[in-house]
C-alpha cells in the first residue's frame, strides 16, 4: 500500500519561476527521500531527509520536514525545461526493515 | 561504481504465456533488492523485496513470482500472465543499512499484456 500522498498531482509553471511540492504520509517514519522520473525511465534519487532533521538543501532543491504534521516539500528554485518530470516522495518506515512507500507523484511542467 | 541492469526494456506478451525479467546489479555485494510496478501516471508499488540471496518478501498476493538465485541477481516470474500484469516494471537496490538508503533503480521494463 501507498504511505505518501504528493499534491498537487500536476503543476505547470514558467522557466524560472519555483516549483513546490508537498507530501503527507501517514505513519512515523525513519526518513524521507524524493525522487525524480522522466517520462519512461527508472527514477533517480534527489535528496534525503531524516526524521531528526527539518529542512534541507541540494543544489536549487530545499526540502523541508515536519513530523508533528507528518508532512514535507520539495522546493526547486530557479526552474529550468529540464526539470520537467514526475517526482515523488518515499517514506522508510520505522521499524520496517527495507520498505519504502512511493506517493502517486506529481507532474511538474516547466515551460521555456 | 555501482551499476543495475534490467532487461527487456519492452515486452509484449499474451495473457497465459510465461513471463521472466531479470535485474542484475554490479559494483556492490549483498544488497537489499526490489522490484516494484507502476501503473500508467500513478505511483509505485512494491511487489517484492530481498534481503539476500533465497529470501524473498512478498507484499501483495498475486501471480508473480521472485527469486534471487545469486547475490546481484534478481527475477520476476509468472507462469501464466493476466491482462492486470500490465505495467512498468521497475528493479531496485540499496545498500543494506539501518537507517534506509537511497534506493537506484534500472530503467524499467514496460509490460504489456495483449
Known amino acids: 500500500s501507498q504511505q505518501g500522498e504528493e499534491d498537487p498531482q500536476a503543476l505547470s509553471i514558467q522557466e524560472g519561476e519555483n516549483a513546490t511540492m508537498n507530501c503527507s504520509y501517514k505513519t512515523s517514519i525513519n526518513n524521507l527521500q524524493w525522487y525524480r522520473q522522466n517520462s519512461g525511465r527508472g527514477l533517480v534519487h534527489l535528496i534525503l531527509?531524516?526524521?531528526?532533521?527539518r529542512e534541507k538543501h541540494s543544489g536549487r532543491l530545499r526540502v523541508t520536514l515536519d513530523t508533528s504534521k507528518k508532512s514535507s516539500s520539495l522546493l526547486i528554485t530557479a526552474s529550468r525545461a529540464a526539470d520537467t518530470a514526475s517526482y515523488f516522495c518515499a517514506t522508510k518506515i520505522l521499524w520496517v526493515n527495507n520498505d519504502m512507500r512511493f506517493g502517486a507523484g506529481t507532474r511538474l511542467t516547466v515551460k521555456p | 561504481s555501482q551499476t543495475i541492469h534490467q532487461w527487456p526494456a519492452t515486452l509484449v506478451q499474451p495473457v497465459g504465456s510465461p513471463l521472466s525479467l531479470e535485474c542484475t546489479v554490479e559494483?556492490?555485494?549483498?544488497?537489499?533488492l526490489y522490484w516494484y510496478r507502476q501503473a500508467a501516471g500513478r505511483g509505485l508499488q512494491l511487489l517484492f523485496y530481498s534481503v539476500g540471496i533465497g529470501q524473498i518478501s512478498s507484499e501483495v498476493p498475486q501471480n508473480l513470482s521472485a527469486s534471487r538465485p545469486q547475490d546481484r541477481q534478481f527475477i520476476l516470474s509468472s507462469k501464466k500472465l493476466l491482462l492486470s500484469d500490465s505495467g512498468f516494471y521497475l528493479c531496485a537496490w540499496s545498500a543494506q543499512d539501518r537507517v534506509g538508503s537511497p534506493l537506484h533503480f534500472g530503467n524499467g521494463t514496460r509490460l504489456t499484456v495483449t
Open positions: 559494483g556492490t555485494s549483498n544488497p537489499n
Open positions: 531527509i531524516r526524521s531528526n532533521e
